[in-house]
């Protein structure tokens, strides 16, 4: 069984940063593609970022650039998102995906499996 679970999220001022975990099991972790989505209320789930099976690609959503980072061990099954200068808008909640196609993509239909989430509230 494929379990994707998420950790990190909380509250946190406007500025600050937050480092945001994902722990894989039940799949073999490095043939997959790893993504980020976001969701805030009453709107779609965005991408946010992906990363490759070999850390050699990664991909971020245009308007997020520069203060998202996203990485992965493929020997502890984790993928990471850290988020730097968090602002108000960024207030949703973050799930991460995994996916079987070998290159970095943004469609969230092309992931394969989902974590349940995790809350990130940003204050102002």
């Known amino acids: 069984q494929v379990q994707l679970v998420e950790s990190g999220g909380g509250l946190v001022q406007a500025g600050g940063s937050l480092r945001l975990s994902c722990a894989a099991s039940?799949?073999?972790?490095?043939?997959?593609?790893m993504g980020w989505f976001r969701q805030a209320p009453g709107k779609e789930r965005d991408f946010v970022s992906a990363?490759?099976?070999?850390?050699?690609?990664?991909n971020y959503a245009d308007s997020l650039k520069g203060r998202f980072t996203i990485s992965r061990d493929n020997a502890k099954n984790t993928v990471y998102l850290q988020i730097d200068s968090l602002k108000p808008e960024d207030t949703a909640v973050y799930y991460c995906?995994?996916?079987?196609?070998?290159?970095?993509?943004?469609?969230?239909?092309?992931?394969?499996?989902w974590g349940q989430g995790t809350q990130v509230t940003v204050s102002s």
């Open positions: 990363i490759s099976w070999d850390v050699g690609t990664t």
């Open positions: 995906a995994a996916s079987r196609i070998p290159i970095v993509v943004a469609k969230f239909t092309t992931y394969d499996y």
């Open positions: 039940g799949l073999t972790f490095r043939s997959y593609t």
